[in-house]
């Protein structure tokens, strides 16, 4: 229908290693054949929480089999391996994780500390029963946040081990991780762990479609996404395609008006017009002294109005981009 409008993802196949959607399975009713038409959007399912504890290990692996029968991979759910770590229990719980049939295991730190060598300690266990694993940044509970700095230096503490992916908390979509008590994202707080992590190492955790389209604009069908309902899945897609637009849903992005002085205005103005665009150009373009150039640089990172990334030709140098810009 409408081929000459229809258009395939850049990562149209899996494995994806981009534009990942993951969903949630909650063991609520679905129909096999309608999930068989969505599967070539779904990725991950997570077996959420405890719940793999509830029903009996056939049904559980007949679970398993149909979601592998439609190319889907299988995840346990990150509380369920707090729970083993903290019983003692965590090399049997992976062998007969890999034995059910799982391909990741996702692990947090909710309720536990665990510091860089059992991390790696952890990851080798899981690797030499042949799975994958995600670990997961932040807290559930909204009193007990992380910190901006924090959160960045334990998804570099993770990426360090893994080389892979991180997955972002966000719990129920309120008062978590980047998202604030109404849902809405937290531009500065995103701007500052973009800035310092590459957005496709994150699966960003958005429980509310208002935080999935948002996060699609900003950064192009290559975001990845997490705690995904079924029933969201196919506005998801039509998003990644640009079937839907963003006043569908009434987004609000990051704000379009830099506040500062004229230094500061004048380098988002060039920033607007040129990105992605290097510190030395800015300089040659602006013909402002360097320390200028980098206190507007700061200032804007500051506000959420761009993010800074390595060049992909010299890593000591740096590339800013618009908060809008999904290129990257």
Known sequence: MLDQLSCKRIDSTKPRH??????IDKFQGFDKENFSIMSPMIDIV????????????????DRIKFYHENNVLVST???????????????QFVKE????????IEIGENNIQVNAEQKKKISRIIGSHGLEHHWKIGKKDPRRQLTTELAINKINEALNITKDKVILEANLGYSVGIYDEKGNIKWNVLSAITSNV???????EAPLEVQ??????????????????IENVASIE???RGFLSKASFSISTAKKVADGGPATKFIYFIIQN?????????IHLSNLARRTVQASIDDLKEQGLIYETNSLDDIRRKVYHLAKDGSV
Not at 212 to 229: D, P, T, Y
Not at 274 to 282: A, F, G, N, V
């Open 18 to 23: 981009q534009g990942i959607t993951y969903i």
């Open 212 to 229: 999935q389209a948002a996060l699609i604009a900003e950064f192009g069908e290559r975001v990845n996404l997490a705690e995904i309902k």
């Open 238 to 240: 039509s998003l990644r």
């Open 97 to 104: 994780t890999a034995a059910l049939g799982f391909d990741i």
């Open 46 to 61: 997570k077996i959420y929480g405890a719940y793999p504890l509830l029903i009996p290990e056939e049904q559980l692996i």
């Open 274 to 282: 040129k990105s992605p665009i290097e510190q030395s150009e800015l």
């Open 77 to 91: 759910g990150s509380t369920l391996t707090e729970y083993a770590i903290t019983e003692n229990v965590f090399e």
């Open 198 to 204: 590459p957005f496709d190492n994150i699966i960003f």
